[in-house]
């Protein structure tokens, strides 16, 4: 195996969505730990052949992605207390801390079913990814990124509620805020906590 191959650990495939097969959902990414985003390339776009080459990417899905054993060994599994959201990036960096690369394939494809679990419960989606957005940027970002993203997260989560005018939503979020910043503060391996489902 050569020396490209050896650095390769995680590879994403192309991902379509289920109710819509020509219709992508992911192709490749990226990580502003600044801004608090994970920005999502080829989301919602017909498959034209665009994104027909393999590329680096920041960080591989957690809808499906394959990983070395060894890459496994190295860097251990997803950290439990996440759940769900940003717990694939917050892995992807640890993965990239020691010296692996990761890929996305577009000859490897599959269809996903977007939302099933999650949509149905209103602020679900907002709380973990408010959450986990702010533990992982706790635990990898750079004291200029800590610094940016304390000011501009703020706006994030303003454009988001305004975007979205539910209470619920809006509760959820200042929910993520407060266990983002003040939960993993106590321990590294905070207590889970879920959102209650709406009536």
Request: charged share 25%; proline share 5%; with cysteine.
């Amino acid at each position: 195996m050569g020396e490209r191959e050896e650095k390769i650990g995680a590879v994403n495939p192309k991902i379509y969505r289920y109710d819509e097969p020509k219709r992508l959902q992911a192709v490749y990414s990226k990580v502003n730990f600044s801004g608090g985003r994970a920005p999502i390339i080829g989301q919602n776009k017909i498959d034209n052949g665009q994104f027909d080459f393999e590329r680096e990417t920041g960080y591989v899905f957690g809808t499906c992605f394959f990983v070395k054993s060894k890459v496994i060994r190295d860097v251990g599994l997803f950290d439990p207390n996440y759940f769900c959201y940003w717990e694939e990036i917050e892995l992807c960096m640890r993965i990239r801390k020691k010296g692996y690369r990761m890929l996305y394939c577009p000859k490897a494809r599959i269809w996903h079913k977007v939302g099933r679990s999650s949509g149905r419960i209103i602020g679900f989606k907002e709380y973990y990814n408010t959450r986990n957005c702010i533990w992982t940027v706790r635990k990898h970002a750079n004291l200029l990124q800590k610094l940016t993203f304390v000011f501009y997260f703020p706006l994030v989560l303003a454009w988001t509620a305004v975007n979205n005018p539910s209470p619920k939503i809006l509760k959820a979020m200042i929910k993520g805020v407060k266990d983002g910043v003040f939960s993993y503060a106590a321990s590294e391996m905070p207590r889970l906590k879920f959102c209650k489902p709406s009536n």
